[in-house]
């Protein structure tokens, strides 16, 4: 009788943990290496890459594909963000971590569900010989 009861309990503790509503993803909010941070950009599915720096640091080179969204501009930043798809992949960086590490936080408390933050920013992308753009 008490192996059944064992049983029982079981199956109910693996049905209730498998039994996860489909509507709810997994969150992922994260701090990578450049090295991290590039295979995500070249594995990821529809991912989007956003640069967080100012304008004029972003025409200073930036990685290829990124789209920039000042961080210093936070009211047009949220706007933005609010027209994204929270479930989509976002990979986000700035000059050297400072920048991006508060936009991972707020991307985090507005709802997205994937986000990868350059920990190390452009600065580490550069040490790392990481191709950057002008375009």
């Known amino acids: 009788m008490k192996v059944l ?17 489909p509507d ?3 969150t992922t909010i994260e ?4 090295d991290t941070f590039e295979a995500k950009l070249n594995t990821l599915n529809n991912a989007f890459l956003i640069d967080v720096r100012t304008p004029g640091e972003y025409k200073s080179g930036h990685i290829d ?11 047009q930043m949220k706007v933005a963000f609010e027209k994204l ?4 992949p976002m990979l986000i960086y700035c000059a050297a971590g400072g ?24 600065s580490g992308w ?7 753009s002008l375009k």
């Open 126 to 132: 550069d040490a790392a010989g990481k191709s950057v």
């Open 85 to 88: 798809d929270h479930n989509q």
């Open 5 to 21: 009861r064992n049983v029982n309990f079981l199956l109910i503790l693996v049905c209730s943990l498998s039994c996860t509503p």
């Open 24 to 26: 709810q993803q997994q």
């Open 31 to 34: 701090r990578v290496d450049v």
């Open 65 to 75: 594909g990124a789209t920039n969204i000042d961080f210093n501009q936070i009211d």
């Open 99 to 122: 920048r991006s590490n508060k936009t991972r936080i707020l991307m985090a408390e507005m709802g997205f569900t994937q986000v990868y933050e350059l920990s190390t920013g452009m």
